[in-house]
């Protein structure tokens, strides 16, 4: 396969991983991550080597991560190689850790740095960013298993364009389980087998109550009645998932973390780059239901959300401090204000994303980037 699907979970997400795998017949880079919170003693030390900080609770919380990681990488390699379950992905992992001071930022997972970790294990001409939650239809397969239109595709997407994967999901009329078990069904189906689905109230295009403007640029209807990639132009705030040639791909900014403007700032540079926007006519992603993460209800308890201050109030962040915002206020404030930079200088083609240390010495250093 010349795509490689690439993501990034918490070690919580192990499930959505094998799922997502098993969608899925090509390579599938994953950088998988977990916090450990200092003990008491430690918080305020400073050293550059966070190895010298790990206690021996540190250590053997990373072993038995490791041990978990492990387990899933032999059961996806003797899935693989016996041919069971529909898909099968080649699967590379990267176990990375944080030492985390206090309770706000063990729950903001630095989910634009782990992006770029994951993308560093991606040997393929194209990369396809695509969360954990969601599941890869088997016709995207079948696309890149035909040389020809699998010829076709890598031409366009080294001239410069991506190309979209519109995105569904599960409507709250299904509990998460029987949410899980459709999702299984529809990304084994079609475009013609979607259409049920839709119909009966199960399934709907993704974040359609919740964010229209993050897909509706991919423009759904036309997709059902066409049979051919088509242009859209881009919309600011929308955040498809793409297909992209990995050495033309922008790095995901690494200040920004846990949930809120972090898939969105990449693609608003992948239009301010220049890039062709173009709706893939056969692939879709669907989304796996799951619980809402902390990250998410840390942002939400800032806007006054419900559901986020339910999330937020067994933490703590969410509580108004004496003579101040809140944590998660303050956090979003931060999201935003980078938000604000980062359009301003795009406008001004000034803009470049961070990109974490660890990740740029290895971009200089592994062959197949640093080729590029």
Request: proline letters at 5%; a positive charge; aromatic letters at 8%.
């Amino acid at each position: 396969m010349p795509l490689t699907v690439v993501t990034a979970l918490t070690l919580s997400r192990l499930d959505a991983l094998k799922a997502q795998c098993q969608s899925w017949a090509g390579p599938l880079a994953a950088a998988v991550y977990l916090v450990l919170q200092l003990e008491s003693e430690q918080q305020g030390k400073s050293n550059p080597h966070q190895d010298s900080l790990l206690s021996a609770a540190h250590k053997q919380g990373l072993q038995e991560a490791a041990s978990e990681v492990q387990r899933l990488f032999d059961e996806s390699e003797a899935s693989a190689a016996q041919g069971r379950g529909p898909g099968g992905c080649q699967l590379r992992v990267l176990l990375m850790y944080e030492l985390a001071a206090d309770e706000l930022v063990a729950s903001i997972l630095p989910i634009n740095a782990l992006r770029n970790a994951a993308m560093l294990a991606a040997q393929t001409p194209a990369v396809a960013m695509v969360d954990a939650d969601l599941l890869l239809s088997s016709a995207l397969t079948h696309e890149l298993g035909k040389e020809d239109r699998s010829s076709a595709l890598l031409d366009q997407l080294q001239q410069r364009h991506v190309l979209i994967m519109p995105a569904f999901e599960t409507t709250k009329a299904l509990s998460i389980r029987a949410g899980a078990e459709l999702v299984g069904k529809a990304v084994q189906s079609d475009k013609a087998g979607l259409m049920p689905l839709l119909d009966s109230g199960h399934l709907q295009p993704f974040a359609r109550q919740a964010y229209p403007r993050g897909h509706n640029c991919t423009d759904f209807k036309r997709w059902f009645s066409t049979s051919k990639p088509y242009h859209i132009e881009y919309l600011v705030n929308c955040e498809p998932w793409f297909m992209v040639w990995r050495q033309h791909n922008p790095n995901y900014d690494a200040r920004f973390r846990g949930y809120g403007w972090n898939k969105v700032q990449q693609v608003a540079l992948v239009n301010a780059s220049g890039f062709t926007f173009e709706v893939h006519p056969r692939a879709f992603l669907v989304h796996r239901p799951h619980p809402r993460s902390p990250a998410q209800g840390i942002y939400a308890a800032a806007s006054g959300g419900a559901a986020g201050s339910s999330s937020s109030s067994n933490s703590g962040v969410g509580s108004t401090e004496q003579g101040g915002a809140s944590p998660a206020k303050l956090f979003r404030r931060k999201v935003a204000a980078m938000r604000h930079v980062a359009l301003r200088d795009m406008l001004r083609g000034q803009y470049t994303p961070v990109l974490d240390e660890g990740s740029e010495r290895c971009r200089r250093t592994l062959t197949w980037w640093a080729a590029g």
